[in-house]
Structures are given as C-alpha cells and as structure tokens.
C-alpha cells in the first residue's frame, strides 16, 4: 500500500440554492471563501496533490485558485453527474493516483484539520478500503444516513430520497467527507450505477460496493457535528459564519484577547490580535489586519488589511491598507485609506481623512483635514480644517510638511509645495509658494473694518441694537 495522500474537493455545482451569480463555494466565510477553508483544513493532511473538481462558473474557480492555492489543479466536470461521477472524472485524470484519497465537498468550511487527521489515521491503521467521516445530528432531514448492522460495522449509506421509513429514523449522517485506497476507489468507481431517486452515480454507493467486494470499510463518528455543516444558501451561510465567529472569538479570549462582546466582534480567520489587546463592542478586523498587544479597538470600527501597534488606540473609525504605529491614536471617526502610515504616538483625530500618507512620529491631524499623498513631519502639528490639494484634475502631486510644522487651521496646501522644518503657515491662508524653514507663510487677504456699517446699513435691528449697547449709546 502506498504511502501517498491525495485530496479530491467537489465544487462542480453551482448551489442554485444561494440565488447568486457567483458560484456557491467561492462566497466568503470571514477572509475566506467557502473552498478555501476546506482547502485549508485538507492542505494541513499533507496531501501530494489537491484536485479541485470544477464544473459551473469554472472559470470564476479557476481564477480563485490560482490566486489563493496555486497549489490546487483542477478537472473539469462538464455535467453534474453526481458525486460518484464527480470523483470517477478526478481518478480518470490522474490515473497514477495511489495511497489514500481524501475526498471532501468544497461547501463543508467548517471541518477541521485535525478531524481529517484523525479520519485518515483510523483510516490508515485500519486499512480500510474507505472511511467515512459521519456525525450525529438532531435533524438528519435531507441528508445520507449511515446503515450499520447489529455489531455496529458500517453496511452502506442510503440518501434521504431513497431511504425506507426504517433507515430515515437514523440520525447518524453522511458528512460527504472520505478517506478511499485509491485503487479500491478506481476499481468500485467503474461500477457505479445510476438507480437511485436522482439517476446520479453516487459516491455514497462506493462502500457498500467495497464492502462486497471484500474490503474493509468503516466510520470515524465527528465529535463536533458543525464541522461538518453544507452551506445551501445564505441563511445557512450566515449560520456557519456565527459558528466560524464563536470558534475564532474562543481560541482569542484563550489566548488573553479581551472582548468586552464577542457577539459582535468579527474577526477574519486571517487576521491577528496579540494578547492583551483590548476590543469593545462593534469591530471588525477583516482580511490580513493585525494588531500588536496593548493595543484598544473599538467601539464600531472596521479595519482591512491594517497594522495597528503596541499600545495604540482606534476608536470609532474605519481603516484599510493602513499603518497605525504603537502608541498612535486614531478617531473618534477617522478614515484611513491604503497607504496611510501613522509613526508611533501620531494622532489622527475626528473627521480626518487621509491617503497614501506617512504621518511621523507625535505629529497630529486632530480634526477635520484631508491628507493625501503627502509627508508630515515629527510632531508636525496639523490644525483643524487643513486640505492638502493633492489633485489638479489630471495628476496628483505631493506636499511636504517638515518637523514640527505648524500648519494653521483651515489653510490649504496646493501641491507640489513644501512647508520647512519649524515653518508656521497662518490661519486660512492658500499656500501654493514653498515656506522655507522657519518662516511663516501667510496667504490672504487683509482685514479691514468699516467703521459704523451696521448703523449705516441695518439700522434698527437686533445686530445694530447689541453693537449700540456694547458702546453705551442709548435709544438701542
Ligand atoms: C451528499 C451525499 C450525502 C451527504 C451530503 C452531505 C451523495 C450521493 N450524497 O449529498 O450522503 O449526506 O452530501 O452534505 O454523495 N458535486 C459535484 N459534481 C456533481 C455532484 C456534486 O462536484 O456531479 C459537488 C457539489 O458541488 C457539492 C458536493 O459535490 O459540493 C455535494 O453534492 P450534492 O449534490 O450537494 O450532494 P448532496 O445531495 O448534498
Ligand atoms: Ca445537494
């Protein structure tokens, strides 16, 4: 018996059900999509090779995979013949196939690496010809159910359309994941028929065709039926997401993350929370987002793709492709979109937005401004209403702010200009010169008064008789 391991992961059908454009195992499950979760958990086996069997909306697979697991081929199943013919069109192309052959649907993403090592363990130590992951459920409705006899050694596996009234009150259930000798598999695969309710080849019928011909089948029994859960449509989807949710949030609060609500705290499979981080109520840490221990999330905030360091804190704000360095301080509602890089103890504060930034160390934006494609130096300090006009329409340009730059509120800095070191700009001025260090750079108009407008202009109204009492004129 060969020692190799391969995997076949069914994901020929559309899932009509799911009511989508877009096939079934490719929507996403927190940072993955439904195929690459399995493909996970089958990947940790160890197999030699991982066949992807494609059918509906193959192209959008294809491309799936050889963005996410390069390492993953293909076959194509034209028609949906079945599980059974699903899995004969794998072996078929890949005739040199030997050892053990996990085969598992590519809707199933809870299931866990460690349940197929164990599946494959009992598998191998038995020599099995074919072993069945089953789980034991309260509603077995719509699934294959698990014939055993009266010493309890697995006979067969009857589908729910096909089953007698006897074997529908059996709630020990078919997960649609295995464990096959390859060549067992091959030699029953060809005898496959299509007598059943659906006139489908069913896998299903492989071990009891097996068991016939000799071989030694059996059953690992999951401890823990949500891993084995299908996904049909988007409340089911929704479902194993929650479970997905309590699963990630657990192994966190083990590992000494604090949530204050784990309810609703979404973290991506993918993304990482070191210990003592503290995360209120309302976040989401999606894609390959991570944050650094000390660090506070929270409340109602989103990051993408974000690293937050040591000790910083993000309230209220939504963040993607940033870097927010360790002690910073975001929000309350920043947006910090790609390429904003916050350096240790900068400060972002309400209503900023910012872009392609690299913000130094102390410098703060604490509120209301706009920074994009520019460079703000050490403890440069950014006063309310700050634009830098980084567009002109056609391209976009860069402003420089030096080391603590003093850039006055609502001033606008039209790119490409520069602020030097220590430079103050006054309040409201349009800055299109280049301040060198140490200057200050004043934009605007000069004030004048005309004396006694109001009396001249508006006489009689509330304005002219409060400017009359602060003067102590009477008759106001
Ligand atoms: C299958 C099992 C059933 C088990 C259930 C668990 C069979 C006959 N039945 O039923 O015992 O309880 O899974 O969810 O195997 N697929 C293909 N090509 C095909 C047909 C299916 O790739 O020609 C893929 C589907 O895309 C899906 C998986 O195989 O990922 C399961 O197929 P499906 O038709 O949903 O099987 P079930 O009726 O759910
Ligand atoms: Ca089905």
Redesign the pocket.
Do not use: C, F, M, P
């Given at each position: 018996m060969s020692s190799e391991r391969s995997a076949i992961?069914?994901?020929?059908?559309?899932?009509t059900r799911m009511k989508s454009t877009r096939p079934?195992?490719l929507h996403e499950l927190l940072g993955r999509s439904l195929l690459g979760h399995v493909l996970r958990s089958v990947k940790a086996a160890g197999p030699e090779r991982q066949i992807v069997?494609?059918?509906?909306a193959a192209d959008q697979v294809r491309a799936h995979l050889a963005e996410h697991a390069p390492e993953a081929a293909t076959v194509f199943?034209d028609?949906?013949?079945?599980?059974?013919?699903?899995v004969r069109?794998a072996m078929e192309a890949n005739p040199d196939l030997t050892g053990t052959v996990l085969v598992a649907?590519?809707?199933?993403p809870l299931l866990r690496a460690e349940t197929l090592a164990e599946l494959l363990a009992v598998h191998e130590k038995n020599r099995n010809a074919a072993t069945v992951l089953t789980a034991v459920v309260e509603d077995p409705h719509?699934?294959?159910?698990i014939v055993r006899d009266g010493d309890g050694s697995v006979l067969r596996?009857?589908?729910?359309r096909d089953a007698d009234p006897e074997e529908l009150a059996i709630d020990e259930?078919?997960?649609?994941i295995y464990a096959f000798d390859a060549e067992v598999l091959r030699a029953q695969l060809a005898r496959l028929d299509t007598a059943?309710d659906?006139g489908?080849?069913?896998?299903?019928?492989v071990l009891e065709l097996a068991r016939e011909a000799g071989h030694a089948i059996g059953a690992v029994v999951v401890d823990d039926p949500t891993e084995?859960l299908?996904c049909?449509d988007r409340a089911q989807l929704a479902a194993l997401r929650r479970i997905l949710q309590g699963r990630i949030n657990t192994e966190l609060m083990k590992s000494g993350v604090t949530m204050e609500d784990p309810e609703t705290t979404w973290i991506d499979a993918t993304a990482k929370v070191a210990p003592d981080v503290l995360i209120h109520p309302g976040v989401q840490l999606k894609g390959a987002s991570a944050v650094d221990t000390g660090a506070e999330i929270g409340p109602d905030t989103t990051l993408t793709d974000t690293i937050v360091g040591a000790g910083a804190v993000v309230v209220r704000s939504h963040a993607d492709q940033a870097t927010v360095g360790e002690g910073a301080h975001v929000g309350p509602f920043a947006h910090l979109r790609p390429a904003s890089k916050l350096a240790e103890d900068a400060k972002v504060g309400a209503f900023v937005e910012t872009k392609n930034v690299e913000i130094g160390p102390g410098a703060k934006a604490n509120h209301l401004a706009y920074l994009g494609d520019a460079t703000v130096g050490a403890k440069a300090n950014i006063g309310c209403g700050v634009i830098t006009a980084n567009y002109d329409g056609v391209n976009k340009h860069r402003t420089e702010i030096g080391e603590a730059a003093f850039i006055g509120c609502d001033s606008v800095l039209v790119a490409p200009v520069s602020v030097g070191d220590g430079a103050y700009v006054a309040a409201g001025s349009t800055i299109v010169k280049d301040v060198e260090p140490g200057d200050l750079g004043v934009a605007r108009a000069r004030q004048a008064s005309l004396p006694g407008w109001v009396a001249m202009k508006r006489p009689g109204t509330v304005s002219d008789k409060a400017a009359k009492r602060a003067k102590g004129v009477s008759g106001g």
């Open positions: 992961i069914l994901a020929a059908g559309l899932g079934k195992v069997v494609v059918g509906a199943q028609k949906q013949l079945g599980t059974g013919h699903a069109v649907a590519g809707d199933t719509g699934l294959g159910r596996i009857v589908e729910h259930v078919n997960s649609a059943n659906q489908e080849e069913y896998l299903t019928d084995v299908g049909n």
